[in-house]
C-alpha cells in the first residue's frame, strides 16, 4: 500500500528556512517521481518541485528555483524540501504526491494528476 506522510511544516518569518519531508512506504523512491506541490488559500494548486531519484532528475517551478532544493534519503525513503530564503507567497499547505509514470524532464512533472498523495502540511510565511 502506497503512503506518504509529510512533516516539518510551520511559522516563519521572511527570510527563513524550513525543511519538509515525505517519508514514503510501499515502493522505492527509485521507480517514482515525487513532486511537492502547495495550495494556497483561494489559489489553484501550483508544483513546486519533482525528483525521480533514479534518473536522476529534477524540476523546479520557476518561483522556488534557487531557493528551493529537492533530495532523497534512499535508507529513510524519504524526500526533502529544503526553502531557503521563504517569503509571504510561499504560504500555503504543502503536499507531497507519487507517480511512476513521470520522469521529471519538464514542466508537465509539475501539472500531471498524480497517483498518490500525502495529506499535506502548512507553512506560514508571516512577519
Known amino acids: 500500500q502506497v503512503q506518504l506522510v509529510e512533516s516539518g511544516g510551520g511559522l516563519v518569518q521572511p527570510g527563513d528556512s524550513l525543511k519538509l519531508s515525505c517519508a514514503a512506504s510501499?515502493?522505492?523512491?527509485?521507480?517514482?517521481?515525487i513532486t511537492w506541490f502547495r495550495q494556497a488559500p483561494g489559489k489553484e494548486r501550483e508544483g513546486v518541485s519533482c525528483?525521480?531519484?533514479?534518473?536522476?532528475?529534477?524540476y523546479y517551478a520557476d518561483s522556488v528555483k534557487g531557493r528551493f532544493t529537492i533530495s532523497r534519503d534512499n535508507v529513510k525513503n524519504t524526500v526533502y524540501l529544503q526553502m531557503n530564503n521563504l517569503q509571504v507567497d510561499d504560504t500555503a499547505v504543502y503536499y507531497c504526491?507519487?507517480?511512476?509514470?513521470?520522469?521529471?524532464?519538464?514542466?508537465?512533472?509539475?501539472?500531471?494528476?498524480?497517483?498518490?498523495w500525502g495529506q499535506g502540511t502548512q507553512v506560514t510565511v508571516s512577519s
Open positions: 504526491a507519487a507517480d511512476s509514470a513521470i520522469y521529471c524532464s519538464g514542466p508537465n512533472s509539475l501539472t500531471y494528476e498524480y497517483d498518490y
Open positions: 510501499g515502493f522505492t523512491l527509485d521507480n517514482y517521481a
Open positions: 525528483l525521480r531519484s533514479g534518473h536522476r532528475s529534477t
